[in-house]
C-alpha cells in the first residue's frame, strides 16, 4: 500500500497539549506532549513539585501541515 510522505501520522496529530518549559531570551523547550489538556495539566503539576525553581506552561501545539513541493513548470519564451 503506497504511503503518502507528506502528510502527518496519525499519531503525531494526537498529541497537540504539550508542557513547555521556559528559557531565558524567550525561548522554550517541548518536555512532554499529551493527547488532552488535562493530562498536560496534571503532569504540569507534577513538574513543579519536583522542579520548583523552573518555569512550565501548557501549550496547544498543533503539528504543522505539510505541503506538496510546488512543480517547476518550465514556460518556452518566443522571441
Not at 8 to 31: E, F, G, K, S
Not at 32 to 45: K, V
Not at 61 to 68: I, S
Amino acid at each position: 500500500m503506497p504511503q503518502n510522505t507528506h502528510s502527518i501520522a496519525y499519531r503525531d496529530r494526537l498529541n497537540c497539549w504539550a508542557i513547555a518549559r521556559l528559557l531565558p531570551n524567550m525561548q522554550r523547550i517541548i518536555v512532554a506532549r499529551f493527547r488532552s489538556r488535562s493530562d498536560a495539566e496534571g503532569h504540569l503539576q507534577r513538574l513543579r513539585q519536583l522542579i520548583p525553581h523552573a518555569s512550565f506552561i501548557v501549550v496547544f501545539d498543533p503539528p504543522l501541515k505539510l505541503e506538496m513541493p510546488a512543480t517547476e513548470e518550465k514556460v518556452a519564451i518566443r522571441g
